[in-house]
């Protein structure tokens, strides 16, 4: 689930209230979003997409709140990891040229 | 049905955004017809290929590839599955891939350089798409769920929908409709899933549609115990054991053997089979699987770690609105595509999964807006003078909202379907004892006082729960995704779909003989 939105890394652009499948956020007025309904968010990690300055933290636990800090993640390098993992930057889509998927057929265990 | 905010008008509303309704919108649109797409969440990251990444078939007609697919479906498909209508799927999947490639995709390419399009990753697939409707001036409206549909003499004409932050209705009329919203997999938590509750079955049937193949809607899909990422494909490359370490080794598929030990304990799997190459692949293709694992700190290829099942119902499953060889419903006006429409003639009574479906989404997306387009054109320029009403009928009760009773109402209905116990593996007993308690929910009327947009997804969970409870009674065999324990094997006489409807009245019924392209 959704646990954090970084004070101190957002700038305040909003696109995570828009992105969000599941209506999790509310926008704010010259702050930051709050997250407003916790309990709706199905943990796909989408918003981290989004956001141009890795601000947001969705924990891996989908029913259960993990409670870390931001200090521990920044420590653990998880802040951002989906999205540049992915290749997006500021909200653009860059990187499926990368995919190297195809090896998962090329020994003929599965057959697409 | 409250105040109407605002009224807008198009030639053709596709309702859904994910791969189905994105394809339908711009065929529509390349005919030449005016399009509103509308979503419950966003035109982009809402459903299940946004969150899921999806391999598709990428096949020429003819080749020895393209049969090796169109034999497993047909071998798969216990005697549902038509060779033609793969076929058919398969070409207009080409089509798209090869016109996505044109419209400047970023497809990536194999080492020896020739083009790869057999993966499109969700996200990135569907943020293409939306850019490429809006240049196409279709209209996408986000964060605004339909509720119910509008009919003029029997022919389906627009639909009421409702903003989810301001709660203002909007009322779109339309020539024609295209139902895209996806399956539903009964907020089980499976990934994507949340926004798919089947709504647009409930809707759908409201206006006199009909569903089928609905007991084949039992696919779960594996994902880490504590996560939502039901992503299966790695586990092909897994070990599974129980508690105390021992190998699950005994016969029949994965899914099956896993689900029968889960009900006995935990379960646990490793990634031990992987090779260093495909581990590389895996992780430059599907960062998604591995965010759960990395921010857990478990290494999935060295250590175990526990499993569940999760429902994914018609997402993955085969189960949806009865279509004609393209994507016709049974009503005049309406369309249905992707997961909304049943998948039977191209998976049969298995999962669809892992190529197939987004190829099913792909096609039946076109032609859903190419044959609503056409539609539209027939009907003249006389269709915005029709008169329409709503469908649903449902008066609003008058008693205190309350939503703890809302909340008890979905909680019982989930219990109902998801449980491995009754759900996976089900006969007489457990289907009688769910219809039952499913009546008795639907009759009461004291819940439906809540919140509208979770009420109407409650009433569309109850429905499309009562659909596949009542088909699968029916359905005294075992044959791929209808597991029923009291009939164990396959009957060669009931090699027949059924269909299903009705929603204060909900039926059930074999159909004829059809045309089949394998016995089972
Ligand atoms: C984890 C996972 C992995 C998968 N991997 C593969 C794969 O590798 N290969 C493959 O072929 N298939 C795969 N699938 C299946 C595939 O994702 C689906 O078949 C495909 O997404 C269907 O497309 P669709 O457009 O019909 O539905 P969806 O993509 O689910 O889109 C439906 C849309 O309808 C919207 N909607 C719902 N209700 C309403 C309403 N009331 N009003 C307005 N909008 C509404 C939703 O918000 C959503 O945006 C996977 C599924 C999952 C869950
Ligand atoms: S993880 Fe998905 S559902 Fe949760 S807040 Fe982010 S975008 Fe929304
Ligand atoms: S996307 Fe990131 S920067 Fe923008 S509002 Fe959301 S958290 Fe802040």
Same mark, same amino acid.
């Given at each position: 689930?959704?646990?954090?939105?970084?004070? /101190?890394?957002?700038?305040?652009?909003?696109?995570?209230?828009?992105?969000?499948?599941?209506?999790?956020?509310?926008?704010?007025? /010259?702050?930051?979003?709050? *997250?407003?309904?916790?309990?709706?968010?199905?943990?796909?990690?989408?918003?981290?997409?989004?956001?141009?300055?890795?601000?947001?933290?969705?924990?891996?636990?989908?029913?259960?709140?993990?409670?870390?800090?931001?200090? /521990?993640?920044?420590?653990?390098?998880?802040?951002?990891?989906?999205?540049?993992?992915?290749?997006?930057?500021?909200?653009?889509?860059?990187?499926?040229?990368?995919?190297?998927?195809?090896? *998962?057929?090329?020994?003929?265990?599965?057959?697409? | 049905?409250?105040?109407?905010?605002?009224?807008?008008? +198009?030639?053709?509303?596709?309702? =859904?955004?994910?791969? +189905?309704?994105?394809?339908?919108?711009?065929?529509?649109?390349? @005919?030449?017809?005016?399009?509103?797409?509308?979503?419950?969440?966003?035109?982009?990251?809402?459903?299940?290929?946004?969150?899921? @990444?999806?391999?598709?078939?990428?096949?020429?007609?003819?080749?020895?590839?393209?049969?090796?697919?169109?034999?497993?479906?047909?071998?798969?498909?216990?005697?549902? &599955?038509?060779?033609?209508?793969?076929?058919?799927?398969?070409?207009?999947?080409?089509?798209?891939?090869?016109?996505?490639?044109?419209?400047?995709?970023?497809?990536?390419?194999?080492?020896?350089?020739?083009?790869?399009?057999?993966?499109?990753?969700?996200?990135?697939?569907?943020?293409?798409? %939306?850019?490429?409707?809006?240049?196409?001036?279709?209209?996408?409206?986000?964060?605004?769920?339909?509720?119910?549909?509008?009919?003029?003499?029997?022919?389906?004409?627009?639909?009421?929908?409702?903003?989810?932050?301001?709660?203002?209705?909007?009322?779109? %009329?339309?020539?024609?409709?295209?139902?895209?919203?996806?399956?539903?997999?009964?907020?089980?938590?499976?990934?994507?899933?949340? @926004?798919?509750?089947?709504?647009?079955?409930?809707?759908?049937?409201?206006?006199?549609?009909?569903?089928?193949?609905?007991?084949?809607?039992?696919?779960?899909?594996?994902?880490?115990?504590?996560?939502?990422?039901?992503?299966?494909?790695?586990?092909?490359?897994?070990?599974?054991?129980?508690?105390q370490g021992n190998v699950l080794t005994a016969p029949g598929d994965r899914q099956s053997v896993v689900a029968s030990e889960l009900i006995r304990g935990p379960v646990y799997a490793i990634l031990d089979k992987a090779s260093p190459r495909l581990q590389e692949g895996f992780r430059r293709g599907q960062p998604n699987i591995f965010v759960p694992f990395d921010r857990m700190g478990i290494d999935p290829f060295k250590e175990r770690f526990p499993i569940t099942l999760r429902h994914e119902g018609t997402v993955r499953g085969t189960g949806g609105l009865k279509i004609d060889h393209r994507s016709t419903t049974t009503v005049p006006g309406l369309f249905a595509a992707g997961d909304a429409a049943t998948r039977q003639g191209m998976s049969g009574a298995s999962t669809g999964g892992g190529g197939p479906n987004s190829s099913w989404a792909m096609a039946t997306g076109s032609w859903a807006g190419e044959d609503a387009a056409s539609y539209v054109r027939s009907l003249g320029a006389n269709w915005r003078a029709r008169e329409a009403r709503t469908t649903n009928q449902r008066k609003t009760p008058s008693s205190p909202p309350s939503s703890d009773d809302l909340n008890s109402v979905v909680a019982q209905t989930k219990q109902q379907i998801?449980?491995?116990?009754? =759900?996976?593996?089900? @006969?007489?007993?457990?289907?009688?004892?769910?219809?039952?308690?499913?009546?008795?929910?639907?009759?009461?009327?004291?819940?439906?006082?809540?919140?509208?947009?979770?009420?109407?997804?409650?009433?569309?969970?109850?429905?499309?729960?009562?659909?596949? &409870?009542?088909?699968?009674?029916?359905?005294?065999?075992?044959?791929?995704?209808?597991?029923? &324990?009291?009939?164990?094997?396959?009957?060669?006489?009931?090699?027949?779909?059924?269909?299903?409807?009705?929603?204060?009245?909900?039926?059930?019924?074999?159909?004829?003989?059809?045309?089949?392209? +394998?016995?089972?």
């Amino acid at each position: 689930m959704i646990e954090i939105v970084s004070e /101190d890394r957002c700038v305040k652009c909003d696109l995570c209230v828009d992105a969000c499948p599941d209506n999790v956020f509310d926008a704010v007025p /010259d702050s930051a979003p709050v *997250i407003a309904r916790q309990s709706d968010c199905q943990t796909c990690f989408l918003c981290e997409l989004f956001c141009p300055t890795d601000a947001l933290y969705v924990s891996p636990l989908s029913e259960a709140i993990e409670g870390s800090t931001e200090t /521990d993640l920044i420590a653990k390098g998880v802040m951002g990891s989906f999205r540049r993992e992915m290749g997006w930057k500021n909200a653009k889509p860059r990187g499926t040229a990368g995919d190297m998927s195809y090896r *998962i057929f090329e020994t003929g265990t599965i057959t697409p | 049905m409250g105040e109407t905010a605002e009224k807008i008008e +198009a030639d053709i509303l596709v309702i =859904g955004g994910g791969p +189905a309704g994105c394809w339908a919108a711009w065929n529509a649109a390349a @005919n030449g017809a005016s399009v509103v797409l509308i979503d419950k969440g966003y035109v982009g990251t809402s459903g299940a290929t946004a969150a899921g @990444n999806t391999t598709t078939i990428y096949t020429r007609r003819g080749t020895a590839e393209r049969a090796a697919t169109v034999g497993q479906r047909v071998r798969l498909g216990h005697g549902f &599955t038509e060779a033609e209508r793969v076929e058919r799927v398969l070409d207009r999947t080409l089509e798209n891939l090869d016109l996505l490639a044109k419209w400047g995709y970023d497809f990536p390419s194999y080492e020896d350089g020739r083009p790869y399009r057999g993966m499109l990753r969700g996200p990135d697939y569907l943020r293409f798409m %939306r850019q490429k409707l809006i240049k196409a001036r279709v209209k996408v409206i986000d964060h605004c769920p339909v509720e119910q549909l509008l009919v003029s003499d029997g022919a389906v004409a627009g639909a009421v929908a409702r903003f989810r932050r301001s709660g203002e209705t909007l009322e779109i %009329r339309s020539g024609a409709v295209v139902i895209a919203t996806g399956g539903c997999a009964f907020l089980s938590g499976a990934l994507g899933t949340h @926004n798919l509750t089947g709504d647009g079955y409930l809707m759908a049937a409201e206006a006199g549609a009909v569903l089928s193949g609905m007991e084949f809607s039992a696919q779960y899909g594996i994902s880490p115990a504590y996560s939502s990422v039901t992503k299966g494909v790695v586990y092909f490359w897994g070990t599974f054991s129980d508690e105390q370490g021992n190998v699950l080794t005994a016969p029949g598929d994965r899914q099956s053997v896993v689900a029968s030990e889960l009900i006995r304990g935990p379960v646990y799997a490793i990634l031990d089979k992987a090779s260093p190459r495909l581990q590389e692949g895996f992780r430059r293709g599907q960062p998604n699987i591995f965010v759960p694992f990395d921010r857990m700190g478990i290494d999935p290829f060295k250590e175990r770690f526990p499993i569940t099942l999760r429902h994914e119902g018609t997402v993955r499953g085969t189960g949806g609105l009865k279509i004609d060889h393209r994507s016709t419903t049974t009503v005049p006006g309406l369309f249905a595509a992707g997961d909304a429409a049943t998948r039977q003639g191209m998976s049969g009574a298995s999962t669809g999964g892992g190529g197939p479906n987004s190829s099913w989404a792909m096609a039946t997306g076109s032609w859903a807006g190419e044959d609503a387009a056409s539609y539209v054109r027939s009907l003249g320029a006389n269709w915005r003078a029709r008169e329409a009403r709503t469908t649903n009928q449902r008066k609003t009760p008058s008693s205190p909202p309350s939503s703890d009773d809302l909340n008890s109402v979905v909680a019982q209905t989930k219990q109902q379907i998801l449980p491995l116990d009754g =759900g996976y593996f089900r @006969n007489q007993e457990s289907l009688s004892k769910a219809s039952s308690i499913l009546s008795d929910l639907w009759d009461d009327e004291a819940w439906r006082s809540g919140d509208r947009a979770k009420v109407r997804e409650a009433e569309a969970l109850i429905a499309t729960s009562r659909w596949a &409870t009542e088909s699968a009674l029916l359905r005294k065999e075992s044959r791929g995704l209808q597991r029923r &324990t009291d009939f164990p094997d396959p009957n060669p006489l009931l090699a027949r779909s059924i269909d299903s409807g009705g929603t204060d009245d909900i039926w059930a019924s074999f159909q004829p003989q059809q045309k089949m392209s +394998a016995a089972s």
